[in-house]
Nanobody
Framework: VQLQASGGGLVQPGGSLSLSCAAS????????MAWYRQAPGNQRDSVAD???????NYADSVKGRFTISRDNAKNTVFLQMRNLKPDDTGVYYC???????WGQGTLVTVSS
């Protein structure tokens, strides 16, 4: 499975941004998917995940602000982010759970 995240950019605090992750292969619908964030100088941490059945989990720091979803027909997982804060800044990656090879992430910068 190859993964490609996109949709990052520069946004002001309080703004919104939507990320997408396209996956290759025919088994996407059976995969447990997650979004991870790596802030400068920090480790890569999970912010949200979604099971093949559509159950979701969120890190406490993003609950109520981020929404993870998936479109199995398009082999894509999404991360809708709103009310963004400077602490949300980082490179965002998607991956399966358990993790496979990491693809290219997308940079999100929250700054005024």
């Amino acid at each position: 499975v190859q993964l490609q995240a996109s949709g990052g950019g520069l946004v002001q605090p309080g703004g919104s941004l939507s990320l997408s992750c396209a996956a290759s292969g025919s088994i996407f619908r059976f995969l447990h998917m997650a979004w991870y964030r790596q802030a400068p100088g920090n480790q890569r941490d999970s912010v949200a995940d979604i099971t093949f059945g559509g159950n979701t989990n969120y890190a406490d720091s993003v609950k109520g602000r981020f929404t993870i979803s998936r479109d199995n027909a398009k082999n894509t997982v999404f991360l809708q982010m709103r009310n963004l804060k400077p602490d949300d800044t980082g490179v965002y990656y998607c991956n399966t759970i358990p993790n496979r090879q990491w693809g290219q992430g997308t940079l999100v910068t929250v700054s005024s």
